[in-house]
């Protein structure tokens, strides 16, 4: 437990890591923030899955996948590139909760995973990189307070109203300045954490209301994503005194400003191509295809079935279809209103009895006819 206050606005917290436990158990503060800004991604991505061209049903496969393959990723890429933190200490690699997870290793973990499921579920791979773009960037402003709580991820000394101190940043300054980080503790940072939040609640709102409504082709939304969360990464990542370094190169800077410059010519680069070909189905967005517009067909007629079927057992009625149902009922009710096997021999038995019956009358009468005839004769 720490103080962190803000001296020149005169506030002060109170910063306890440890939400509640049970028994020996701890939640942290920084698994919840983690949890809440991840289930606001996935249901801000399931309702807007099929703006995209995405079935919802198959997206939560994918992004089942993206999570496991984010966070191994997101881990090792932080070990890899501290890897002086843990070689004597294996076990703990897998404390998770105590912090240590690097953006760009979780995103490249989660597309790669990500991809593997789309081609299984046969979800248009591109697209599904749009709607996880704009998801990213509300799991990471919200995921980004979870630092707040662990005070970290701050910057060098800073003179603005809202620099931040801690006696943990004092207690940190020994391992930081090891790194070549070299700032004052004792002096308030910058508050990067609040700078990344900031940034990326801006950009959720940019590629929602403007840069989705207006894409080309299935994937400029992601590569807009990697663009503007990399311009920012590329100067708050110059103040960060917690930086992933590979020599004297910060990891993280460097990537960043690769990200920033690729993704912009690679936009511009598939534009252009777009404008050229002077064809309307090039490389158009899969939500706009015949192809998505036959699977929200089927998609909606499924979901019709289903509410159909949830209602009739609500109402105690047989599940099956209702003219099949009728059909098989009024036949088993057909059926049971026959005579047996048994009745239908004692009626033949009976025809047969009626017969002799008629017979034997038909004789009875010949005979009485003859008999008057022997009578009416004369006697010689």
């Not at 949830?310 to 057909?334: N, Q, S, V, Y």
């Not at 004692?346 to 008999?371: I, K, N, R, V, Y």
Request: aromatic share 14%; net charge negative; with cysteine.
């Amino acid at each position: 437990m720490y103080e962190l206050e803000f001296p020149k606005l005169g506030i002060k917290f109170t910063m306890n890591q440890t939400a509640f436990s049970i028994g020996d158990f701890s939640i942290a503060w920084y698994g919840i923030i983690i949890a809440v800004g991840f289930l606001l991604a996935l249901w801000y991505g399931l309702r807007n899955a099929k703006r995209f061209g995405i079935n919802p049903d198959k997206m939560i496969d994918v992004v089942i996948g993206g999570i496991i393959g984010g966070v191994i990723g997101a881990r090792l890429y932080y070990v890899i590139f501290s890897w002086d933190n843990y070689k004597d200490n294996l076990l703990d690699i897998f404390k998770i909760w105590e912090g240590g997870l690097a953006i760009y290793g979780g995103l490249i973990g989660a597309v790669l995973a990500g991809g593997l499921v789309c081609k299984w579920r046969k979800v248009k791979f591109s697209a599904m990189l749009d709607v996880a773009g704009i998801g990213f960037l509300i799991g990471q402003a919200i995921g980004r307070w979870g630092n707040f709580v662990n005070i970290e991820a701050y910057g060098s000394n800073t003179d603005l109203p809202w620099g931040m101190w801690s006696e943990k940043i004092v207690n940190d300054y020994s391992s930081l300045s090891s790194t070549g980080s070299s700032f004052s503790p004792w002096d308030p940072v910058h508050p990067c954490f609040l700078y990344e939040s900031l940034w990326c609640i801006a950009g959720f709102f940019l590629l929602h209301f403007l840069v989705s409504k207006r894409r080309k082709f299935d994937g400029e939304v992601f590569f807009s994503y990697l663009a503007w969360y990399g311009f920012e990464r590329m100067f708050i990542e110059g103040l960060r005194t917690d930086s992933l370094m590979l020599g004297n190169l910060r990891v993280s800077q460097l990537l960043a400003g690769l990200l920033v410059v690729f993704s912009v010519a690679f936009i511009i680069v598939v534009r252009r191509k777009i404008a050229r070909s002077g064809d309307p189905e090039y490389l158009k967005p899969y939500v706009q295809t015949q192809g998505w517009q036959e699977e929200l067909a089927a998609m909606e007629k499924e979901a019709q079935l289903y509410k159909e079927r949830k209602m009739r057992k609500k109402a105690g009625l047989p599940l099956d279809d209702p003219e099949e149902e009728t059909t098989e009922e009024t036949a088993e009710e057909t059926e049971a209103q026959l005579p047996d096997s048994e009745p239908e021999s004692t009626e033949e038995g009976q025809d047969t009895q009626l017969s002799e019956a008629e017979e034997a009358s038909e004789s009875e009468t010949a005979d009485g006819e003859a008999e008057q005839d022997e009578k009416d004769k004369p006697e010689v």
